[in-house]
């Protein structure tokens, strides 16, 4: 979870999809990330489930009643100025048409069109044809040109039984785009290539060479780039992670194909960031069949893969971003290999420790700049690294 949700005061306005479950969850998962909740039912939301339920989940005041004044002090635009985001979750076809004409005949509705200095955040979700009206879409892009991030939902089985465009996306899609939501957009305009994972070198048909690396740095990077405003493309080994929302991802295997990849979207690209952990040695040969075991030992024979950012070509006004892992002299060797790979920067990660690094949520790193500025990260979590590096590469921009 960003460390952005922390302390975070989030206006949950929840509207009466058949997804208003999914709330619940939404409603604890931010109560747990450390964030401020106050929950707002739409009256018909009330119809399906309680005050006291939303109250008890999210740890927080759950209004509805247009009339209510709490303290001497109206609602309405009360909850609108304490706000630091609006998140309209689920949102029914009926309540984004009516914010996006400005209606406000109950105090969900009253609240958003009181908030429109706010971040807003909404997740539309209902059935594919009523998805699918020129009304529906017309009054999304309407409530998108008025400045609310309007996620797309996904496609699935609906409650209903129909299949189609329209399900509630998973509330770890839903945390990530209020991420992107908050953020300042750094990297506005600005195209990043990120590579993540391992890749796998095959040696037979069912067999490969590969190492720990689990992605969880790459992806985290990708995502924080991403909420910085940037375009981003992500050329991804093996990983058991989940497709990032909103970024394209390409998936490799073996090195050379991730060169590949590489080379073909550099040339559209501003900044790279080889996060990957690429093999450095293949089998000399791969068998396209099963290799069977025989007496005595199999000798492999490997040779050296391709090293992508060194055969890079064209690299003139991009900035390359390295990614190093050192258990011992870990400052000295990976300032020497961002010398040695024509790096601007490189982030050192210290493998030394048991509980931060290769399959971890965590990392211990050092940023090393070509200037030879360093600055050290004491053990964090991925995605505060990430969203760090994100700011250190926007500085660099910027210079
Ligand atoms: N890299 C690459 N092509 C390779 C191997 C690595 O472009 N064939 C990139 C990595 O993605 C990383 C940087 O080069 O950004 C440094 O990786 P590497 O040289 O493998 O360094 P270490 O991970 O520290 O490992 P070692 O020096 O032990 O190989």
Known sequence: MSPRLKGLKVLLCVSSGIAIYKALDLASRLRKAGSELTIILSPEAREMVSDYVFSAVGNCPVYHDINQVRDGWILHTELSRWADVVVLAPATANTMAKAASGIADNLLLATILAAPDKPRLAVPTMNTRMYENPATLRNMKCLRDNGWHVIDPELGELACGEFGMGRYPDNSVIVGELVYT??????????????????????????????????????????????????????????????????????????????????????????????????????????????????????????????????????????????????????????????????????????????????????????????????????????????????????????
């Open 182 to 399: 908050i953020t300042k957009k750094a990297l506005a305009g600005k195209k990043v290539l990120v590579t993540a994972g391992p890749t796998r070198e095959r040696i037979d048909s069912v067999r490969f060479i590969t190492n720990r690396s689990s992605g969880k740095m790459g992806y985290a990077v990708a995502r924080a780039v991403r909420n910085a405003g940037a375009n981003v493309t992500l050329v991804s080994g093996p990983t058991g992670l989940s497709f990032l929302y909103s970024i394209e991802t390409i998936a490799v295997e073996s090195a050379v194909e991730m060169r590949d990849r590489v080379s073909e979207r550099l040339s559209e690209s501003d900044i790279l960031i080889m996060a990957a952990a690429v093999a450095d040695y293949t089998p000399e040969s791969a068998s396209e069949e099963k290799l069977k075991k025989e007496e005595g030992p199999l000798e492999l024979i490997l040779k050296r893969t391709p090293d992508i950012l060194l055969e890079l070509k064209e690299t003139e006004g991009k900035l390359l971003v390295g990614f190093c892992a050192e258990g011992k002299h870990l400052v000295q060797s990976c300032s020497e290999k961002m010398r040695r790979k024509r790096l601007d920067m490189i982030v050192a990660n210290d493998i030394s420790g048991t509980d931060s690094g290769f399959d971890s949520d965590y990392n211990e790193v050092w940023f090393l700049f070509k200037d030879g500025r360093k600055i050290h990260i004491p053990r964090s979590p991925k995605e505060d690294i990430a969203e760090n590096l994100a700011s250190e590469i926007a500085n660099l921009q910027q210079r």
